[in-house]
């Protein structure tokens, strides 16, 4: 019988596809599953047909419709794997098949393809402009080097023509894959050796054969990051029912040098835009901790419960087996926290939200007479009494402020010191703490009882950029210090709470141990750019807190339509239009499930759902943290689509009262820097909200909109 794999090329649009032209693939694979290799060359039901003028001979086409082909790599070899690797148009189907190439690596002994028409029409020119150019970008490396590394003839006499690293970009989508991430980390000053060890070694599987071979076959099975074998009869049917799920754990080549380097001698940190698969890493290192040592213990940490719920059910479906499962402890650090604080210190805390916090600080300051805000009161205890883990007014005297817009001598200190007293006796008086309090009890409990059973071996921390120096003491305190006891995830565009740290303050340190990636595999590039223009002229700081950072060669390699953004006379209006935007989605044949709708508050959400109930969709809130089985598009508030990702997103109410939120915004009088602060944070949940489309977002708003969206 023969066997099928499928590529990951295959999965590149196939949501976007029509539920009959799924419904097609999936009868065309059960056949091809029922035929034998012989009956499929004589073409019994499946129309497998030879592609006319194709570069490689082993191109062809199966029918999925009158109007769609499946494209299939056949073998030549006797063996008995066929790659499926595309679902085209028909006319496109044999276009786009005839000019590629599938060769094995060199070096990775990997499968890769590339347009090789394109190369060869492309380089005669370019070999023209490059005796022209004053440098070359890959003029340093010798023909044996590059061998060495993987990179072939063609590929090579290609890049002897590249003069920068925009032209390599634009070469991307022509080479192969494994070659062009070698050149691209070759082009960003990674050495030779580096990028062997890094890329090329870990790559190349401890059964692959000492010399190349072109057994298909065997290229195949040497290539698992990109390509599915399929090796169950069950199998094929739960992938194509589910591509969206596997995309969700789906290692790229960059990706994967990361999760899966043997070990770091230290803590690591992996740092990159939105879609650029930061948590998908974190899950894969988690898989690769849990390998190592059957005894091993992992905990896997975020910010809130949503986020801990989606890594619990994406980590489920990347690992093996139940007993690793049962060795990872996926939760948030505050849940972890309030677990340590009710077992070692024999109490069950009750943690206060935000908002009775403040009623607290407002009693305190008329209580005292007090010269500040309620509002500026919570930020200094929170930044800078819990943030440095000050214990008495001689230490507080003493403390650094940074961050802080106004400045304090030492009467007004110690004047603030007696509003931290009361405010502490307060709540101690009710019984009640706040989630900061918890953590900064939970890590003195720990530091105090270095007990393992509190303890683990690893600790992989994502969306680390919300991360309060109190949260940090907590998990810091969870591991000892030593390799890889954490590895951290995070990216500071994406700071929607107000955390002000820097891994470096902490005794932190990556240096040499972090690595950025730059390639969105989420968004498409039309999505990327017009968010990213929400951010404009913002200065960030690093999370290491070694300088700045940006979000420059941060690109994608998908392409589709421009964000659909439009403003509404009245609310009401604008959630009419957004309702039939829904509809079009959904007569596209995109499931409920794939679709997401945010606003900044609750209040406009409801007036979403009973609209769209209204029209007969049905709706389902992100917080009650629905499966993917269960139907209906999901509604959420901005901060809530963090770390959460769909086919279409629509964003409404961006109104210039919504986004910045008045409330949210410290006055400039009152501290410039927390102000300064305040309003990029403001920034970053816009950007978030935008950054969780996919294919199609959709913008929009009534009366004036927020003076933080793009420019058209």
């Known amino acids: 019988m023969p066997q099928l794999a499928l590529a990951n090329t295959l999965w590149d649009g196939y949501d976007t596809l029509d539920k009959q032209i799924r419904a097609g693939v999936r009868k065309a694979m059960d056949k091809f599953q029922q035929l034998t290799v012989a009956e499929l060359h004589a073409d019994k039901g499946l129309h497998l047909e030879s592609v006319e003028n194709a570069r490689d001979p082993r191109m062809r086409t199966i029918r999925i419709n009158d109007f769609w082909r499946g494209v299939v790599l056949a073998p030549d070899d006797g063996s008995d794997v066929f790659l499926l690797v595309k679902i085209v148009p028909h006319d496109d189907a044999y276009t786009w098949a005839a000019k590629r190439l599938y060769t094995v690596n060199t070096a990775t002994r990997g499968l890769e393809v590339r347009n090789v028409v394109a190369i060869e029409q492309l380089t005669p020119a370019l070999e023209k402009a490059a005796n022209q150019a004053p440098s070359l970008l890959f003029a340093s490396y010798s023909d044996t080097v590059l061998r060495e590394l993987g990179i072939d003839e063609q590929v090579r ?30 082009a960003e000053g990674f050495s030779a050796e580096e990028v062997y060890r890094d890329v090329v070694a870990i790559r190349r599987p401890a059964h692959a054969t000492p010399e190349p071979t072109e057994d298909l076959a065997a290229a195949i099975a040497n290539t698992s990051s990109r390509i599915t074998l399929i090796t169950e009869p069950d199998e094929l049917a739960e992938i194509l029912e589910k591509p969206f799920a596997a995309w969700r754990v789906f290692l790229h080549p960059s990706q994967r040098r990361v999760a899966y380097r043997v070990s770091y001698n230290g803590p690591a940190q992996v740092s990159g835009g939105p879609g650029t698969g930061k948590t998908v890493v974190a899950l894969h290192r988690v898989k690769h901790l849990l390998s190592r040592d059957p005894g091993t213990r992992v905990l ?60 607290v600080w407002q009693k305190v300051v008329k209580q005292l007479g007090l010269p500040w805000t309620e509002q500026f009161l919570a930020q200094e205890y929170r930044h800078i009494i819990l943030g440095q883990d000050l214990r008495s007014a001689e230490e507080y005297l003493a403390a650094p402020r940074r961050g802080r817009g106004t400045a304090l001598g030492p009467m007004k200190r110690a004047q603030l010191w007696r509003g931290v007293e009361a405010f502490t006796s307060a709540l101690r008086a009710t019984g009640v703490n706040t989630h900061l309090q918890v953590c900064d009890e939970a890590a003195r409990l720990l530091r105090e009882d270095g007990s393992p059973a509190h303890q683990y071996a690893h600790v992989v921390v994502d969306e680390a950029q919300d991360l309060h ?16 006891d954490l590895f951290i995830t995070g990216d500071p565009h994406q700071r929607i709470y107000d955390a002000h740290v820097s891994l470096a303050s902490l005794g932190i340190s990556v240096t040499g141990r972090s690595s950025r990636l730059r390639i969105n595999y989420r968004s498409t590039e039309e999505i990327l750019l017009w968010s990213t223009g929400v951010l404009r002229d913002a200065e960030v700081e690093s999370l290491a807190g070694d300088g700045g950072d940006s979000l420059t060669g941060y690109r994608s390699l998908l392409h589709g339509r421009k964000p659909h953004v439009d403003g509404h006379a009245t609310e009401q209006a604008e959630v009419t239009a957004l309702a039939e935007h829904i509809q079009g989605w959904l007569g596209q044949g995109i499931r409920p499930a794939e679709i997401a709708v945010c ?44 770390g959460l990702e769909f086919r279409c997103v629509a964003v409404v109410g961006v109104t210039a009262t919504a986004v910045p939120f008045g409330r949210e915004i410290t006055p400039v009088e009152v501290d410039r820097l927390q102000h300064e602060s305040d309003v990029f944070r403001e920034r970053c949940v816009l950007f978030v909200a935008c950054t969780r489309a996919r294919e199609a977002l959709h913008v929009s708003w009534s009366g004036t909109g927020s003076p933080f969206l793009p420019a058209a």
Do not use: C
């Open 469 to 484: 120096p109190a949260q940090w003491r907590v998990l810091r305190a969870a591991v000892d210090p030593g390799p890889d």
């Open 157 to 186: 006499r290609a890049v002897r023509t590249v003069i920068d690293r925009t032209q390599l970009d634009a070469f991307g989508t022509l080479l192969p894959e494994d070659q062009f991430e070698v050149l691209t980390f070759l």
């Open 300 to 359: 896997l940490t975020t910010y809130t419960n949503a986020l801990a719920a989606a890594l619990r059910e994406n980590l489920a479906l990347l690992l093996d087996d139940t007993e690793q499962m049962s060795r990872v402890d996926v939760t948030t650090v505050n849940a972890y926290a309030h677990r340590v604080v009710r077992e070692l210190g024999g109490q069950t805390p009750s943690p206060i939200g935000d908002q009775d916090e403040r009623r």
């Open 599 to 642: 606003t900044r508050f609750n209040v406009l959400l409801d007036k979403v759902a009973s609209r769209l109930e209204a029209a007969g969709v049905s709706t389902v809130r992100v917080k009650d943290n629905p499966r993917d089985a269960v139907d209906g598009v999901r509604l959420a508030t901005m901060h809530a689509m963090k």
